[in-house]
Nanobody, 121 residues
Framework: QVQLVESGGGLVQAGGSLRLSCAAS????????FGWYRQAPGKQRELVGL???????NYADSVKGRFTASRDNTKNTVYLQMTNLKPEDTGVYYC???????????????WGKGTLVTVSS
């Protein structure tokens, strides 16, 4: 079992930056892939960006060039660096991690509880 704890959300003015963190904990696991999703008020959860097991990345068109997903294997933590934030980026941001016990196999998907990002105009 892997637990995820997100942090770094908050209130920021348009044009500002935030870095979200998602720390994974548990016993003997390896992160295979991860992604960030967000849910704006009254809308469905949507993909923001992900990094697959082969290292390739995929971002929503609305955040390309502004957001970067990364990881620190030594800390079992994944990040979402967000720059040039816009009011439409407001929402609850969730990390999703696919982790494999002992690093073996495809792994299982885990979700964090979310962190709120509010961008004021």
């Amino acid at each position: 079992q892997v637990q995820l704890v997100e942090s770094g959300g908050g209130l920021v003015q348009a044009g500002g930056s935030l870095r979200l963190s998602c720390a994974a904990s548990g016993s003997s696991f390896s992160i295979k892939a991860f992604g960030w999703y967000r849910q704006a008020p009254g809308k469905q959860r949507e993909l923001v960006g992900l990094r697959t097991s082969d290292g390739s990345t995929n971002y929503a068109d609305s955040v390309k060039g502004r957001f970067t997903a990364s990881r620190d294997n030594t800390k079992n933590t994944v990040y979402l660096q967000m720059t040039n934030l816009k009011p439409e980026d407001t929402g609850v941001y969730y990390c999703n991690v696919r982790a494999a016990a002992g690093g073996i196999g495809h792994g299982v998907n885990y979700w964090g509880k979310g962190t709120l990002v509010t961008v004021s105009s």
